[in-house]
């Protein structure tokens, strides 16, 4: 799906909405796989649940 989960977490942890936008934060699915597979254990899929909703607001603007 060409995702770079590590970048979008990072976006999403400074609230950074145009920008996990641009790397398409919206086409994640939310397996958990990144999650799960995370050396240092980051949230990336609590990350990404947060930012979907301030990314379709900033959208429908």
């Known amino acids: 799906m060409l995702l770079y989960p590590n970048q979008i977490s990072i976006y999403c942890e400074a609230s950074m909405v145009e920008e996990a936008d641009q790397w398409n934060t919206m086409d994640c699915i939310e397996c958990g796989i990144c999650a799960y597979v995370c050396p ?7 990350l990404v649940q947060s930012m979907k909703p ?8």
């Not at 240092?40 to 609590?46: D, E, M």
């Open 40 to 46: 240092s254990k980051r949230p990336i899929t609590q």
């Open 54 to 61: 301030l990314i379709q607001e900033m959208v429908s603007k």
